[in-house]
Nanobody
Framework: QVQLVESGGGLVQVGGSLRLSCVAS????????VGWFRQAPGKEREFVGG????????YYGDSVQGRFWISRDNAENAVFLQMNRLKLEDTAVYYC???????????????WGQGTQVTVSS
């Protein structure tokens, strides 16, 4: 089993920045590609972005392209989501999850964190 814990969420003003962390325990995170997803009230879960095992490949959803950046530090057993130029529509609960390879299909991710709330306000 692998346990994932997200942190770093909070209340941010429009245009601000926030960095989320996803830290794994139970197994080294280097064994997995990691995806970030988000879910706003009344909406379906949305793929934010993902990063390959080595960190050599990253992919982003259209809504965050150019604003969000994913990185990983396998030595620290962590993956990060840097969010910049935040918009009101970025408000959601953000989750990290593990997969055999980076992809956007959430059903292919095996382990999920508990989520962290990001609220963007004016």
């Amino acid at each position: 089993q692998v346990q994932l814990v997200e942190s770093g969420g909070g209340l941010v003003q429009v245009g601000g920045s926030l960095r989320l962390s996803c830290v794994a325990s139970g197994r080294t995170i280097s064994n997995y590609a990691v995806g970030w997803f988000r879910q706003a009230p009344g909406k379906e879960r949305e793929f934010v972005g993902g990063i390959s095992r080595s960190g050599g490949n990253t992919y982003y959803g259209d809504s965050v392209q150019g604003r969000f950046w994913i990185s990983r530090d396998n030595a620290e057993n962590a993956v990060f989501l840097q969010m910049n130029r935040l918009k009101l529509e970025d408000t959601a609960v953000y989750y990290c999850a593990t997969s055999a390879y980076v992809q956007k299909f959430e059903n292919q991710y095996s382990y999920w964190g508990q989520g962290t709330q990001v609220t963007v306000s004016s």
